[in-house]
């Protein structure tokens, strides 16, 4: 049975409605997803150093990850970790299957621990929202239908908040909702764009976004083998399915063909056909069967986490050489990241030396060389920057003074070196420039001097 593009007569799509067993693992995710709800609902307002834990601001170009700030000039760091988040995805993909999105992702987090509660709390279970569904738009009907859309567009309405904020940020979304409506008119009409979208996602939309939309689910028929580890059928031990005869015993396999692995799934698939792009690994027929299997004293996990070799060859979990290999890649490429992250300075500049010139005789003994400096502010406050020699006889004259540079921004410096005589002693000499900000000093560059031969 495939709940998913399996159709009425009229052609119109077939409606799910999953039954909920809270079994072991629908408790261990539900531990999982309180956590990320608080984590989704808290993280724009959390700060660490003053910044928000993550943001992701396109349009001003501002990009934070747990306190530290990232700007279109490190565009290289964020090539590199979405090179090292595909190979992550490559590797947990063939080694546990679709397991981030029964797990993990916000659709379903959102979809089966929220919105299906909402439902359920309202409606009953499928079986009683079916009969709903069903039945005759009489007052009852109607009265929960009201709530169930009206806290699903409240819920909507909070998502769609906190994702805004997670675009702005908090102190942009807090004066959205307290200053007047025309200053923000922009940002006030995002916030319902939003809610209607992800309105219509869970009210609508819903497993149709797992199994046509997302492309994760056909990547997954690509990236698993053999000894991927995925919610599984052991159809050697389940099958031929038969009923319990009189005394309580099967005469067959241990599958008594209850088909309730069918109804709590939440994709309309029947696990029992082998491996499916629609499934999540959502775990919930594993649930269902395990309660089964109690009630008629056999062992659990008839449908549990199994690779192909297991079920048929009988062996254990492998760490295979292709996935010790992505391992390896990964390992590298986050030492990689994790380099450049921490040795990244807050403030950038480059020195070069003005193309075609040579030197300068100046009065007074000096002899000066024109520098060009590109100067890159990458914290989120303005700095005030002067450039200083290390070498207390050795001064700086600007023709273009860098001044003030703005968070995010760079500033262009044209500025004479000069040196006395008496300290040029060949024709090339290394000169060590300060970057300063008041009294810190932010970094300290390198360039050279050129003098004249019969110095």
């Known amino acids: 049975m495939n709940g998913l593009l399996e159709a009425k007569d009229s052609g119109e799509r077939k409606w ?31 700060r660490i150093a003053g910044q928000p834990l993550l ?48 797990w993990i992702c916000p659709q379903t987090i959102f979809m089966e621990m929220v919105f299906r509660k909402i439902e359920i709390w309202i409606e009953g279970g499928g079986n009683q929202s079916k009969k709903l569904d069903e039945g005759p738009w009489d007052q009852a009907k109607i009265r929960k239908k009201v709530i169930k859309h009206f806290l699903f567009i409240i819920v909507s309405f909070l998502i769609a908040n906190t994702f805004l904020a997670y675009i702005i940020g908090s102190d942009n979304l807090i004066k959205i909702m307290v200053e007047p409506i025309d200053q923000h008119w922009i940002g006030f009409l995002s916030i ?3 809610t209607g979208v992800f309105y219509l996602v869970y009210s609508r939309v819903r497993e149709l976004v ?24 052991n159809e050697p031990r389940g099958e031929p399915r038969g009923k319990l005869d009189k005394t309580g015993l099967l005469a067959t396999g241990d599958c008594v063909d209850c088909s309730l692995c069918v109804a709590v799934c939440p994709t309309g698939i029947d696990i029992r056909n082998g491996t499916q792009m629609e499934c999540i690994n959502c775990t919930v027929c594993i649930d269902a069967c395990d309660e089964v299997m109690d009630k008629i004293h056999k062992p659990r996990n008839l449908i549990g986490y199994f690779s192909e070799d297991m079920i048929h060859a009988k062996k254990t979990p492998s760490f295979n050489a292709r996935m010790i290999g992505y391992s390896a890649v990964i390992m590298v490429l986050v ?34 060389n024109i520098y060009n400096a590109d100067i890159t502010n990458k914290t989120n406050k303005d700095r005030t920057i002067t450039l200083k020699a290390e070498d207390p006889a050795i001064l700086i004259k600007y023709i273009q003074a860098p001044g003030i540079v703005t968070k995010g921004n760079e500033v262009k410096a044209v500025f004479f070196i000069l040196i006395p005589v008496s300290k040029l002693t060949s024709l090339k000499t290394d000169v060590r420039l300060q970057l300063r900000s008041g009294n810190q000093i932010l970094q300290t560059v390198t360039t050279t001097f050129v003098a004249p031969l019969n110095n």
């Open 335 to 368: 030492a990689v990241m994790g380099y450049f992250i921490f040795s990244r300075s807050d403030m950038d500049i480059t020195v070069m030396r003005g193309a075609g010139m040579l030197y300068q005789e100046q009065p007074n003994g000096y002899i000066s």
């Open 192 to 194: 319902w764009v939003f």
């Open 55 to 102: 943001l992701l601001n396109i349009m001003d170009r501002q990009f934070v990850l747990l306190g530290q700030v990232f700007w279109p000039q490190d565009i290289f760091l964020f090539m590199l970790a979405s090179l090292v988040f595909v190979v992550c995805v490559v590797v947990f993909t063939i080694a546990f299957g679709r397991i981030f999105c029964g």
């Open 210 to 233: 797992c199994t046509v939309i997302c492309p994760y689910g056909r990547l997954q028929g690509v990236l698993m083998d053999k000894h991927t580890l995925v919610v599984a059928y």
């Open 16 to 46: 799910l409605y999953p039954l909920v067993r809270k079994g072991r693992y629908y408790r261990w995710r539900s531990a999982i997803s309180y956590i990320y709800l608080l984590l989704f609902f808290t993280g724009p307002f959390l």
